[in-house]
């Protein structure tokens, strides 16, 4: 990665195209002004825009849109919330349709607004994966809906062998429901359930919250997956990344250098 000048001892981030160290920007309806500053400003940091919940059905200049994105090395796809709209009415192939018609390669499959079987979504996820990258969501949208550690790491482990890319661990927009508390503190339990069974570099965890952010990049470093970052927290959360904001400050330096600033 290109820096403005050397500074020792940063931690050393993947690059682009990138397996592990993801960041994936939630898209509430940015205009195609905003879209043009997006990508002008970060789109080496950005690897999956998520056209979030049903935007996309309403957005202006979508296609536009989604191939300024696909243009800067940046995947696009519409939010799973749509995949349930088209489901939940029996359009399934409909939704093939539009996600072809856009000229999307990357399809998010949830179940987190309708209650499907999981052995329904993972052939749903399975039939998607032969033509598209999948991701696929795990996690109620609901407040104060518990799934039990021991069926969250079954049903990734399920989705991942079904043909997802990665699975990502639910925490909506806002940041308390699935993995946080709905004061948007971790569900450490869950979490450390979920990486005792599931390869960390398989998991995309929604973090919209700069404390949900840090607190990962402190558990699992800096090339952790995030998502749900709104797109003015790209660069902010770079700078997490890299030790280069107060609250990862000391997190990434050297030993000598934390011990001399003790």
Request: net charge positive; glycine share 8%.
């Amino acid at each position: 990665m290109t820096y403005n000048t050397n500074l020792p001892f940063l931690p050393e981030r993947t690059l682009k195209p990138r397996n592990n160290g993801l960041t994936m920007v939630m898209d509430k309806g940015l205009s195609l002004r905003q879209s043009e500053d997006l990508v002008s400003s970060c789109a080496d940091l950005v690897d999956f825009i998520k056209l979030g919940f049903g935007t996309s059905m309403i957005s202006k200049n979508l296609k536009e849109k989604i191939k300024l994105f696909q243009s800067a090395d940046i995947k696009v796809y519409l939010g799973g919330t749509l995949f349930e709209a088209f489901i939940v009415r029996n359009k399934f192939d409909d939704y093939v349709k539009f996600v072809n018609e856009l000229g999307i390669k990357c399809v998010e499959v949830s179940d987190g607004s309708i209650n499907i079987s999981h052995e329904k979504k993972c052939e749903y996820i399975n039939k998607l994966s032969k033509n598209f990258m999948v991701l696929s969501e795990v996690g109620s949208k609901e407040e104060g809906v518990i799934i039990h550690p021991a069926r969250w790491t079954k049903m990734m482990k399920a989705e991942l062998d079904a043909g997802s890319f990665k699975v990502i661990a639910e925490a909506r927009e806002t940041g308390n429901v699935g993995i946080f508390h709905k004061n948007g503190s971790a569900h450490t339990l869950l979490i450390n359930r979920i990486v005792n069974k599931i390869k960390l570099e398989n998991i995309l965890w929604e973090t919209p919250q700069k404390s949900q952010q840090v607190y990962f990049l402190k558990l699992f470093g800096c090339n952790v997956n995030l998502g749900n970052i709104g797109f003015d927290d790209v660069i902010p959360l770079e700078t997490l990344r890299l030790g280069l904001r107060g609250d990862t400050f000391f997190t990434f330096l050297p030993d000598s250098l934390k011990e001399r600033n003790s």
